[in-house]
């Protein structure tokens, strides 16, 4: 049973910090790329943040320079520390384990996201 697992969501201030854990199981974890994305009310589900099964981390230019994301394949978790936070930070935040088959079409396993919420 695939299990992704997120924490560490909360209230925080405008300027402020908060790092995000995806803690997975039932996966074969290497083989997984991985990826942050964010919904807010009334908006569709964006991704923020990704990382390779290699760890290169791609980012949006939403949050370029404020987040990072991170794996630690002995732990089996993905990570985004997110720093310089903005009201417009607000939202659901949800960690996906990513794969592509042989047609390039992508399948994945979602977590059932935590809320950030960036007070102004």
């Known amino acids: 049973q695939v299990q992704l697992v997120e924490s560490g969501g909360g209230l925080v201030q405008a300027g402020g910090s908060l790092r995000l854990s995806c803690a997975a199981s039932g996966i074969t974890f290497t083989g997984y790329a991985f990826g942050w994305y964010r919904q807010a009310p009334g908006k569709q589900r964006e991704l923020v943040a990704s990382?390779?099964?290699?760890?290169?981390?791609h980012y949006a230019d939403s949050v370029k320079g404020r987040f990072t994301i991170s794996r630690d394949n002995a732990k089996k978790q993905v990570s985004l520390q997110m720093t310089s936070l903005k009201p417009e930070d607000t939202a659901v935040y949800y960690c996906?384990?990513?794969?592509?088959?042989?047609?390039?079409?992508?399948?994945?396993?979602w977590g059932q996201g935590t809320q950030v919420t960036v007070s102004s």
């Open positions: 996906r384990a990513r794969f592509w088959g042989v047609d390039g079409r992508e399948g994945g396993y």
């Open positions: 990382i390779t099964t290699g760890g290169l981390p």
